[in-house]
C-alpha cells in the first residue's frame, strides 16, 4: 500500500497542506493570475514582487511583529545561518556568544560560529544524551554576550523550549527552523529568528529571517555580498534570483495559516492536542514505548520514542510503512522512532497513527505477531 | 490575451519543457514510485540519492565528463559562486587570478573576487558597451594566474563566446549560468564550471558546479562547512538539506534533453537554427531592428536589439504582450528588446516571434498603427 501525503510523519521535508499542494500542482502551469507557470516567471516581475510583500505581510502579521525587524528570504538553510549570523554579529568581537547546547542541532551551530568569533557554550545537554533542557537556574546568561543563540526546537531528540530564554539586554537570537509559525512564539522578545522553510511552511530551498534593524546596522562592511543580510534587505529578498517557487509555496502556506487555520493561537492548539494524543499514549503504554525527552521538555513537533527492543522497533517501523505511514524512522544519528506532526499533520492522522500504535502493542502483547 | 508558456522569451528563470512542466504538476501530488507528494520527501530517502546519482550520471553522460570532475548541486545561484570560488581558489595566493569582463554578469564576478585575493582585469569592453568579445591576440592570459574566470554568455549584453579561452596550463573556470547544456561545450577544457539552473535546465534555486578533482583539493580547510566544496563532494550534494524540488526537475529537463531531444549536440543545432532565424530577420530589416552585439559575438540565447526609437521600443513591446509573448523586455540595466531563446523555446514560438515582428516591422512602415 502506498503511503499516501496526509501520513507523512517525516522529520522534513514533510508534509504540506493539501490546498497548498493542489495550487502548487495548478502554479506548474499556469499561476491564475499571469498565465505562466511559476518556474518560468522572472524574479523581477510585478507579480513576484507582490508574492514577497505579501509573505512579508502575512509574517509580520501572524507574528504580530514590531516594525522595526526585517523579514527576509534566503537561500542556504539553517546551515547557512549557522555561519552567516556570527559573520555579522561575532567577528572582530572581544566578548563571546552564549550558545546553549540543547541537541544535534545546536551542536552542528557551535563550530560554525566558532570560526568567526569567541563562543561560550552556556550548557550542553550531551551528558545526558540530550534528554532534559536546562532551567533558567543553570543559564547564566552574560551582560556582555554579543547574543545569545539557542535553538527552540531539537528535531533529533525531541526536545523543545516553552519559554524565550536569556536577557532582556542581550540579543536573543533563535534557531526556530522546526517550530516555526507552529504556534504563538513571542517573536518581539527575539532580535534574530531563523527557520528554513521545509518543516511547518513548505519546501526545502528557502530561509526566512527575521531580524531587528539596530542588528542589521551593527553588521561589518566587508562581508561577501550575498552573505551581508543588508545587501538582502535593501533588495528586499531579490539581490539575487531567489528561489521563487519556495517563495511562493510559503506565501500559500501562511494564507492557510491565516485563512484555513485561523491564525497562530488556533495552530498552536491544535499542534499541542496533537502532541498530547501521542504523549499520553505513550506515557499509557505501561513502558512499550519509551518517551526519550523529559516530560517537562517534550517537544510539539517531534515526538521521538523506542520500543523496548531494537528488533521491535524494526518490527514496528516496517508494521506501519505497511499501513501507510511514512516516514517514521528516527533520526539517523539515533534511531528509534519519530513522528514529527508538522502544521501540515492533521488531528486525524495523528489520532490513525495513535489507533495503528495501540493495535500494535495489543497485538505483541497478545502474543501475535503484526500483521 | 495571456501568454501561454511557450511564447516566454524571459531572460530568467525561463521556459521549461513542456514535458517537464507536466511530470512537475504530477509530481506536487504524488512521485509515482513513491506516493508523496516531492515537496514532502526526505533529501535522506532512497529515493533522493537516486535522483541525485541519476542526475549526476546524466549530466557526465551528456558531456562527456571525465571522471575526475565532481558534480555538485548547490544553493545561492552564481552569486555565491562569485566569493565560495575565490575563497576556495584565490584566498593567500600571491598571483592575480584573470578575470574577462565581457558583461554585466562578468562585472559582478569581479569586485566579489577582488574581496578574497589579487585579480587582475585581462581585458574590458566596458569602453564598448560590451557589444564585442576580445579576440585570442587580445587576451594576454598569465601562466602564473591561480585561474582564468570567464562568463561564456552574457545575458543582458547578448554577446556569447563560441570557443575555449585561456591557456591549458592555468585552470578555466566558466560561469555557464546561461548556457549549460544548450549544446556541446568541450567541458573537458575547462577545470570549472558552474551554472545556475534558471536558464536552461531548470527552476531557481539549484546551481550546478562541476569541477576536477585537484582543485578540490586545493581548498584551504578553514572554511566555513556550507563554503567548502569538499564538504558537499563527501556528502554527495546532501550536506545539508538540499532543494530536493529544483533538483527533480533538472533532472527531468536532463532526462528530456538525453531523451526528447536525442542530446547536447542535437540541442546545439536547434539553438543554432532558432538563433540564426532571429538573427536573420534583424539583418534584414533595414535598420528597424538593430543587433546589439557585433556579428561574431552573438549570443545564441539571448537575441538583444534596439528599435529607432524608445518610443517604438515601447510600442513593440505592448503590442509583443498583447500578442501573447512575454518576456521581451531587454533587463532593466541597458533597456531595449531582448528575446531569450533557452533550450526549451521551441523553433515554432521563434517563427511566431519572427512573424510578429515581420509584420509589425511591415505595418510601421506602412504608417499603420499595429494592432
Request: aromatic share 8%; proline share 6%; with cysteine.
Amino acid at each position: 500500500m502506498k503511503a499516501p501525503n496526509r501520513l507523512n510523519f517525516s522529520g522534513g521535508p514533510g508534509a504540506l497542506p493539501e490546498s497548498v499542494l493542489l495550487q502548487a500542482r495548478e502554479a506548474m502551469i499556469e499561476v491564475p493570475e499571469i498565465g505562466l507557470s511559476v518556474l518560468g516567471i522572472s524574479h523581477r516581475s510585478d507579480w513576484f514582487a507582490a508574492v514577497v510583500a505579501e509573505l512579508e505581510a502575512n509574517i509580520r502579521g501572524l507574528l504580530e511583529l514590531p516594525p522595526d525587524y526585517h523579514v527576509l528570504l534566503l537561500q542556504g538553510g539553517a546551515t547557512q545561518q549557522f555561519s552567516m549570523l556570527p559573520m555579522s554579529l561575532l567577528r572582530g568581537k572581544a566578548h563571546p556568544a552564549d550558545y546553549v547546547h540543547s541537541g544535534y542541532w545546536s551542536g552542528k551551530a557551535i563550530p560554525e560560529a566558532r570560526r568567526e568569533g569567541p563562543v561560550r557554550v552556556l550548557w550542553s545537554g550531551e551528558s545526558d544524551g540530550f534528554r532534559r533542557l536546562p532551567g533558567d537556574d543553570e543559564l547564566h546568561c552574560s551582560a556582555q554576550a554579543p547574543y545569545l543563540h539557542y535553538v527552540s526546537n531539537e528535531t533529533v531528540e525531541g526536545v523543545q523550549f516553552h519559554r524565550v530564554l536569556g536577557r532582556d539586554d542581550v540579543p536573543r537570537v533563535c534557531d526556530m527552523s522546526s517550530d516555526f509559525l507552529s504556534g504563538p512564539c513571542a517573536a518581539e522578545r527575539l532580535s534574530f529568528i531563523y527557520a528554513h522553510a521545509q518543516k511547518n511552511i513548505g519546501p526545502a530551498g528557502v530561509t526566512v529571517v527575521l531580524m531587528r534593524d539596530e542588528l542589521l546596522k551593527a553588521a561589518p562592511n566587508d562581508l561577501p555580498a550575498f552573505l551581508d543580510y543588508r545587501r538582502h534587505a535593501e533588495a528586499h529578498s531579490n539581490y539575487n534570483t531567489p528561489p521563487v517557487f519556495a517563495i511562493y509555496v510559503v506565501l500559500l502556506v501562511t494564507r492557510w495559516l491565516s485563512g484555513e487555520i485561523g491564525g497562530l493561537a488556533r495552530m498552536g492548539e491544535i499542534n499541542r492536542t496533537k502532541a498530547d494524543r501521542l504523549y499520553r499514549l505513550l506515557d499509557s503504554s505501561d513502558g512499550f514505548y519509551r518517551g526519550r525527552a523529559e516530560t517537562g521538555n517534550r517537544s510539539l513537533m517531534n515526538v521521538v520514542f523506542n520500543l523496548p527492543t531494537a528488533e521491535l522497533e524494526r518490527e514496528f517501523l516496517a508494521a506501519a510503512s505497511a499501513a501507510g505511514f511514512s516516514g517514521l524512522a528516527g533520526h539517523r544519528a539515533i534511531g528509534g522512532v519519530r513522528a514529527s506532526i508538522y502544521n501540515a499533520l492533521s488531528l486525524s492522522a495523528v489520532d490513525e497513527l495513535a489507533g495503528f500504535m495501540d493495535d500494535f502493542q495489543r497485538r505483541r502483547a497478545a502474543g501475535r505477531s503484526v500483521p
